[in-house]
């Protein structure tokens, strides 16, 4: 189990610790869930599931094919 700090700042504020943010591959703007269960702090990545796909196109963004899957993930 990996421990990681941080300390919260005076507006409620923490930073994650950039050897937490290189293990959970985070990137600036994307979007952390705190789930309290039982007094106890689950921190989970929003990411969007589409956007994941682009790992198996090798990383590349294809933001016409992800507009397009959203548009009819809609009409599901």
Request: cysteine-free.
């Amino acid at each position: 189990m990996n421990v990681f700090e941080s300390t919260l700042t005076s507006k409620f504020q923490i930073t994650v610790p950039k050897k937490l943010r290189d293990l959970l591959g985070l990137r600036e703007g994307e979007k952390l869930a705190f789930v309290v269960d039982d007094g106890v702090v689950r921190v989970i990545p929003r990411r969007d599931p589409i956007e994941a796909l682009s790992s198996l196109a090798g990383g590349r963004k294809m933001p016409g094919l992800f507009k397009k899957i959203r548009e009819d993930r809609k009409q599901w």
